[in-house]
């Protein structure tokens, strides 16, 4: 099974900061990979698709990079409204598996 | 609109069996692949099972495989899980999720429904 590391586990940043979170595959995945925003008490929401495509209606201040064994989330100007989990996800191989996930919180 | 409501979901011994039901709306459900992905409480994510459009195709995570069955029925617009011999690790939030397109591998999860709690207890 391909093991999904994303770091990092938690994240505090300031309104206006930006904020980069890293997936790291233990094999090659291309850019089969996803990243996934959840809220307190909501379920996940797509943001990012083949590891750099921008889901619909998701704002443009995400945006993916990487491909390969490396992927990272960069989320540019923080809002209050981003504050959440997210997930990276790989689905190059059954079973797709995902990260642990990085909670992200205001300073 | 894309709607996924799961139901079915509730306290259960372990041992026992339980089947998770997830009706959907707004697109043409015998078009697209199908999944389960289940959330233990304050964990992460975990993809449980995924089902093409057609049911031809069906991959299980080794952690359920033997003990869940995905199943779908077209006419019905519905997905299901069937649970058995559950455990206490089976307990979570059950999500079903439909793929981005037709094609049931290197697709992800475009839509989400907002879950189901299974809670396996004496």
């Known amino acids: 099974d391909i093991q999904m590391t994303q770091s990092p586990a938690s994240l505090s940043a300031s309104l206006g900061e930006t904020v980069t979170i890293e997936c790291r595959a233990s094999e090659d995945i291309y850019s089969n990979l996803a990243w996934y925003q959840q809220k307190p008490g909501n379920s996940p929401q797509l943001l990012i698709y083949?590891?750099?495509n921008l889901a619909d209606g998701v704002p443009s201040r995400f945006s993916g990079s990487g491909s390969g064994t490396q992927c990272s989330l960069k989320i540019n100007s923080l809002q209050s409204e981003d504050v959440a989990n997210y997930f990276c996800q790989q689905y190059n191989n059954y079973p797709n598996t995902f990260g642990a996930g990085t909670k992200l919180e205001l300073k | 609109e894309v709607q996924l409501v799961e139901s079915g979901g509730g306290l259960v011994q372990p041992g026992r069996s339980l089947k998770l039901s997830c009706l959907a709306s707004?697109?043409?459900?015998?078009?697209?692949?199908m999944n389960w992905i289940r959330q233990a409480p304050g964990k992460g994510l975990e993809w449980i099972a995924s089902i093409n459009n057609n049911s031809s195709f069906i991959y299980y995570a080794d952690t359920v495989k033997g003990r869940f069955t995905i199943s779908r029925d077209n006419a019905k617009n519905t997905l299901y899980l069937q649970m058995t011999s559950l455990r206490s690790e089976d307990t979570a939030l059950y999500y079903c999720?439909?793929?981005?397109?037709?094609?049931?591998?290197?697709?992800?999860?475009?839509?989400w429904g907002q879950g189901t709690l299974v809670t396996v207890s004496s």
């Open positions: 999720a439909r793929h981005f397109r037709m094609a049931i591998t290197h697709n992800w999860f475009a839509y």
């Open positions: 707004g697109f043409t459900f015998s078009n697209y692949g």
């Open positions: 083949d590891a750099n």
